[in-house]
């Protein structure tokens, strides 16, 4: 368990991890009794969505836009995960309610502690960023972006990430808007 500071603020995108770094391993819970690991998709990218709320309207649309665009992953061989701070019946009941086709991993307990790792933890809400990051398949940070919370940062970026990387650019970068 990572320990928080007491002078933890909101997270901004100098506090995030950085394009070439390494991105932090969790074990997070998909339903109550299966867990995923980030290290298990090693050999192939992934695309890590954290979001503040299951049933927010934005993290509802932005959610159900990853899952509409999922066959554009796929051509990258691209994992999407989506992580936030709600418990695991939440995101079964959520993922149902939207008919998501990709995992939704629990970061409840401890609270934000995998959000917190990758430097999105907003402690003055107790929830998650709005927060994407493209992993390469040797599981270091290529791309992140952190939006604004009450906006819907899309797929264009993430998408534009997945293209550097195959085309061979190991070169890490970080777009901004």
Avoid at 6 to 19: L, V
Avoid at 30 to 45: A, H, S
Avoid at 98 to 108: A, G, I, V
Avoid at 124 to 134: I, M
Wanted: hydrophobic fraction near 40%.
């Amino acid at each position: 368990m990572t320990i928080k500071p007491k002078e933890a603020q909101i997270a901004s995108a100098s506090s995030a991890i950085t394009p070439g770094s390494v991105a932090p391993n969790f074990a997070l819970k998909t339903t109550p009794d299966q867990i995923v690991t980030l290290r298990e998709f090693r050999g192939r990218p992934v695309v890590i969505v954290f979001y503040p709320a299951d049933f927010s309207p934005v993290c509802g649309d932005e959610m159900t836009l990853f899952n509409e665009v999922l066959p554009e992953f796929d051509q990258f061989d691209a994992q999407v995960l989506g992580i936030s701070v709600d418990n695991v019946w939440c995101h079964l009941a959520f993922s149902k309610d939207r008919r998501l086709r990709f995992p939704l991993l629990s970061d409840f307990h401890p609270k934000g502690d995998v959000a917190y790792q990758y430097g999105v933890y907003r402690d003055e809400d107790g929830v998650a960023e709005r927060a994407l990051f493209v992993i390469d398949s040797n599981g270091m940070v290529h791309w992140s972006y952190i939006s604004p919370i009450g906006v819907n940062p899309g797929v264009n970026g993430v998408l534009a990430a997945l293209g550097s990387l195959s085309k061979g650019n190991e070169q890490y970068e970080t777009i901004k808007k």
